[in-house]
């Protein structure tokens, strides 16, 4: 039993390490993250809470029953005073008399029917609007999170592909490292020129030392956006490159910012604080409610004589009720306004609102044909600069360039390749803002 327990734990211990190593491209770290995000569960639980205050708001409206009891002790009961004449007294003189028992006992049942209440009905559609209204508020709380996590994602992705380019060109200056030491030891290289391409190399070493944290630090940044353990060992899958790179007609992606969560959010809270108004005003109206009780007394000057079966009466009633408002201090009035210039505030966030989203699809559009336009450029650059490095390694290796040539070769081919794909990645989170300003970036999780 030992062994199998160890060999149980050592699985369990397994099982999570396997897992955390498993591939993670983008549109697995978009679904992890709608599936696991607090503020997406916290949404979700919002929806559950609407639907139970619909039920709350219809509950009014169903039959409402009690049961009640009430035992009752009168040490001093009360006096009233009846007129003399009736106990064969003096005309004008009254008698003393106490009507009453020591001991009242009450037990009964009601109930109580809501007829008719314009209240109550315009309360209800509010509520069921009400449901709508977090439905909405959930497919913000995830185009939020995806967006969050798609930005995180591809910025990770330009960090490892800087660090490729480091590191390749890190690898290109110790293979000149090796020769020119073999150079130096047969007499036909300079010292400074070794010293000269060990700075490079350092320098070189400590960029790449520097972007590994960073690159740490922003996957730890992408697991926590994810809401996934930041213990756990991630590897991102889909790349940055020339290789996988397509371009995109922005023109494609027609505007739809209107259909946005954000703006629905606002025209619904509008209709909610319309049915505000309309059921304050409502409150005019009269109600009507239909009721029925049946009770059942006992009454004794002593308490031992309950349960014997002696001295219980019943009753009961059957009726409706009706109340008409009539004047309530201006309250109502007070609530209706209130309700309207609400109404009014959202109108002006919503003009806001809908005129920011315009303004950042105008924007998304032209950051991506800007670096559209600057990939052309950047690759012809890149290009250049490496045929230009090529030159400058043959014929440093050949002893007809100085070692100056040779490294202002290499920074310029550095820059120019970072120069490169930093447009690659920057054309990829215009394309990533505009999916997100017309609500098509949510799909990429489902």
Do not use: C
């Amino acid at each position: 039993m030992k062994k199998i327990g160890f060999l149980l734990t050592l699985l369990a211990l397994q099982v999570p390490l396997l897992m955390a190593q498993q591939p993670l491209d983008l549109k697995t770290a978009l679904r992890y993250a709608v599936d696991h995000h607090s503020s997406i569960q916290k949404a979700n639980l919002d929806i559950r809470k609407g639907q139970q205050l619909v039920r709350e708001s219809l509950s009014t409206g169903l039959p409402q029953i009690n049961a009640s009891g009430t035992i009752l002790n009168n040490p001093a009961i009360p006096t009233s005073f009846v007129p003399a004449e009736f106990f064969g007294g003096q005309p004008g003189d009254f008698a003393q008399v106490q009507f009453g028992t020591n001991w009242n006992a009450t037990t009964g049942i009601s109930l109580e029917q809501l007829v008719f209440s314009k209240s109550w009905l315009l309360g209800l559609k509010a509520t069921r609007e009400l449901t709508e209204f977090y439905d909405l508020m959930l497919s913000k709380s995830k185009e939020e999170v995806v967006y969050e996590v798609a930005k995180l994602y591809y910025q990770i992705q330009l960090s490892r592909t800087q660090r490729g380019i480091l590191e390749a060109n890190l690898g290109q200056i110790e293979g000149l490292l090796t020769v020119t030491q073999k150079q130096f030891e047969n007499g036909f290289a300079k010292k400074i020129d070794m010293d000269r391409l060990k700075v490079q190399q350092s320098n070189l070493q400590i960029q790449l030392n520097n972007l590994d944290l960073q690159i740490k630090q922003a996957e730890q940044a992408l697991k926590f956006s994810m809401e996934m353990p930041l213990e756990t060992e991630i590897v991102l899958t889909d790349t940055i490159s020339e290789a996988t790179f397509q371009e995109v007609d922005p023109t494609v992606i027609q505007p739809n910012w209107q259909q946005k969560p954000a703006l629905s959010i606002l025209k619904k809270q509008q209709e909610l604080y319309l049915l505000d108004e309309k059921r304050w005003k409502s409150g005019y109206f009269p109600t009507l409610s239909f009721f029925a009780n049946y009770n059942y007394q006992w009454q004794a000057n002593n308490i031992s004589d309950f349960g014997t079966g002696r001295n219980w009466t019943d009753f009961s009633q059957i009726g409706l009720r009706i109340n008409v408002p009539i004047f309530d201090g201006f309250f109502k009035d007070s609530q209706v306004q209130s309700a309207r210039l609400n109404n009014l505030q959202l109108a002006q966030d919503y003009r806001m609102a809908s005129l920011g989203l315009q303004l950042r699809h105008e924007a998304a559009v032209t950051s991506l044909r800007t670096n559209q336009n600057t990939l052309r450029s950047a690759r012809d650059t890149r290009q250049m600069s490496e045929e230009v490095y090529r030159v400058a390694q043959s014929r440093f290796r050949e002893g007809i360039a100085p070692i100056t040539e040779l490294l202002d070769a290499e920074s310029s081919m550095r820059q120019a390749q970072t120069n490169y794909i930093t447009t690659l990645a920057q054309i990829k989170l215009a394309e990533i803002d505009l999916l997100n300003v017309n609500g098509q970036l949510i799909k990429m999780a489902e």
